[in-house]
């Protein structure tokens, strides 16, 4: 048993994968840590943090990418070493662990434009 206190506020999220796992916060900072020694590897901040937090998020099958719904109603995709992707065309295929992200393409048209 282990207590860690990265987050500045509470937890929204948490996600595994074989390797890792990440803690999502409504400090809009997702934390991803190594699932054998728990360690932190990198602190993931949304662009928008000071106004939003992070209310979802999911892994891909590979674990190469990550996604998360803020509380602004926004997408925001990430490579795991926490590179921004701006172009959410490119990762429009690509496949995830989970659907539990519920801005994403499979629910795109059922919200009210902002």
Known sequence: MRELRSAKQ???????????????????????????????????????????????????????????GSTNKELYHFKIDGELITSPITIRNVQWRTQTCIFNWMTKGCWKPL
């Open 10 to 68: 509470w937890i929204t999220d948490i996600k595994f994968t074989e390797k890792t796992f990440v803690v999502m916060s409504r400090d809009g900072c997702a934390y991803i840590h190594d699932a054998e020694r728990f360690n932190l590897i990198k602190r993931i901040d949304t662009p928008c943090k000071a106004y939003s937090g992070i209310c979802c998020g999911d892994f891909s099958i590979d674990g190469g990418y990550l996604r998360f």
